[in-house]
């Protein structure tokens, strides 16, 4: 995955897509999907990542704060881990929203540091790609050369791109929900909530992967946890309606 040629500004938001090469499915199983969120996690690091040492650090780290446990209150001190966590890395970026799909993924992305966005996404894209090829013994690229980068410019577009990324697991259940609307609200409500490889179950109080996502910024804005669940089951409501329409149309 090349460096890009445009240039992404420090402070500004991106929608990014990265693909799989000839959209081959690269999230086989559970294992692929923690290895894939682990990897937003690590690879969002300017420092040099090696991560058998990563996890013997965190495993160090988890095993002090069980002692802070027993003192405070589990939620306390799973916070603070997770600030010490971040203070591991050198983040290139802030990750705001996440979902990974079977052959693809989507990031809303906040640069923090000149060219971290292309830096983060070739560390990434090497990372998990180096873990696929030994894994199902293969070679080449797993990803494809170029990712897709949008940036995000008003609040509005900010709503939006937030729904589009959470609601993307829909077509594992309705494949061509967005040509042709989506059949049960409810249903369609229910699975975006529980599908567990996203960032949407933090954002509605869900803890799943609370330490891989900064979302204090676009949670103030959704209007809080019941905010974000209003954004996203009013949209998958309206094109319910849409395909309801549409039926009583034929």
């Known amino acids: ?13 991106y929608h990014v897509t990265v693909k799989s090469i000839d959209e081959n499915v690269i999230f086989k199983n559970v294992d692929d999907h923690f290895r894939g969120i682990f990897s937003i996690f690590e690879f969002n690091n300017a420092k040099p990542v090696v991560i058998i040492e990563c996890r013997k650090a965190r495993a160090r780290i988890k095993k002090e704060f069980k002692k802070i446990a027993e003192q405070a209150s589990a ?27 079977p ?5 809303l992305l ?18 998990y790609g180096g873990y696929f090829n030994r894994k199902y013994n293969r070679k080449g690229y797993v990803f494809q050369n ?18 589009y990324i959470h609601t993307n697991p829909i ?7 967005k040509e042709m609307g989506i059949k049960e609200a409810e249903k369609a409500i229910e699975f975006v909530e529980n599908y567990k490889w996203s960032s949407y179950s933090d954002y509605i109080g869900k803890k799943n992967f609370f330490s891989v996502t900064d979302r204090e910024f676009i949670s103030e804005i959704m209007g809080g946890e019941n905010g974000c669940k209003e954004f996203v089951e009013d949209w998958i409501k309206y094109k319910c309606e849409i395909k309801k329409f549409a039926n009583l149309a034929t």
């Open 1 to 13: 995955m090349p460096y890009r040629k445009e240039q992404f500004v420090n402070g500004e938001i």
């Open 75 to 101: 939620e306390s001190a799973k916070g603070r881990t997770s600030d010490v966590f971040d203070d591991l890395r050198d983040k290139f970026v802030e990750v705001l929203a996440f979902c990974i799909m």
């Open 103 to 107: 052959n693809h993924i989507h990031l």
């Open 110 to 127: 906040r640069q923090l540091k000149t060219d971290g966005i292309s830096k983060f996404m070739v560390k990434f894209g090497s990372g």
């Open 146 to 163: 170029r990712f897709v980068a949008v940036h995000i410019g008003t609040e509005e577009q900010l709503k939006t791109v937030f729904v």
């Open 171 to 177: 077509s594992l259940i309705e494949p061509k929900w």
